[in-house]
């Protein structure tokens, strides 16, 4: 009878030391497994950026001629000048009467100090979608927009970085993005993307890449 107690608590015993070896194995495991999945901050930044798309909506995008800005002469910097240059002349009735007529006429032009440019461009309204396949955000997210000619060759590419921190996973969101007095010709097309693979000497052209390590 206590020959069988004896075997059956060294069994147990054997058992118990069995089960917390295999436990610190497994507990040693798991730290080294965490330890390697631990990623630098570039490193999550790239991946959170692989989760996110850019593309145009349906409703594309939308030319119009650039419309310049007009540019008005600085009338008080004009009346100084004026005003300095007649302290320096004589006095003289008939002129300050041929003076006098000029300025009226001047000043009832209608067109006085403005100078209109000539239209040299075209502006377009694009109509952007972001979504975001992360559980994860960032703050900032940068969008490639490119423009191509009829035949699928890039012809411009432009970089804009949108505020995504509270574009949560699964959602989406649209965001207009005006380019100005661009070269645009019948047939030409657009698209957005999110630019994987940034080299590293571009990334502080990236916000949500630039200064950090890894």
């Known amino acids: 009878m206590i020959s ?3 075997r059956s608590s060294s069994a147990s015993l054997r058992s118990a030391v069995v089960r917390t070896v295999a436990l610190a194995i497994l507990a040693l495991v798991l730290t080294v497994s965490s330890a390697c999945e631990q990623k630098t901050p570039l490193q999550r930044a790239v991946d959170l950026r692989a989760e ?5 909506n349906t409703s594309g995008f939308a030319v119009t001629p650039h419309q310049p800005e007009i540019l008005v002469e600085d ?13 320096g002349e004589a006095a003289d009735e008939g002129t300050d009467g041929i003076d006098g007529a000029e300025n ?12 209109i440019p000539e239209p040299t461009g075209f502006d377009v ?15 900032q997210l940068t969008v490639e927009i490119v423009q191509l000619n009829p035949d699928q ?20 969101v649209q965001q207009a993005y005006k380019l100005e007095n661009i ?3 019948e047939g030409d097309l657009f698209y957005a993307e999110v630019r994987t693979n940034v080299p590293a000497e571009e990334r502080g052209e990236y916000p949500e890449l630039a200064g950090l390590e890894g």
């Open 183 to 185: 070269d645009y010709k």
């Open 104 to 115: 009226g006429a001047l000043g009832d032009s209608d067109d006085a100090g403005e100078v």
């Open 75 to 87: 009338e008080a910097e004009t009346d100084d000048a004026g005003e300095g240059e007649d302290s």
């Open 4 to 6: 069988t107690l004896s």
């Open 52 to 56: 996110y798309t850019a593309e145009l």
């Open 153 to 172: 060759s890039e012809k411009q590419r432009w970089r804009h970085t949108f505020d995504v921190a509270d574009l949560l996973q699964g959602m989406t």
């Open 125 to 139: 309204l694009l109509d952007l979608v972001l979504a975001n396949g992360n559980r994860e955000t960032l703050d």
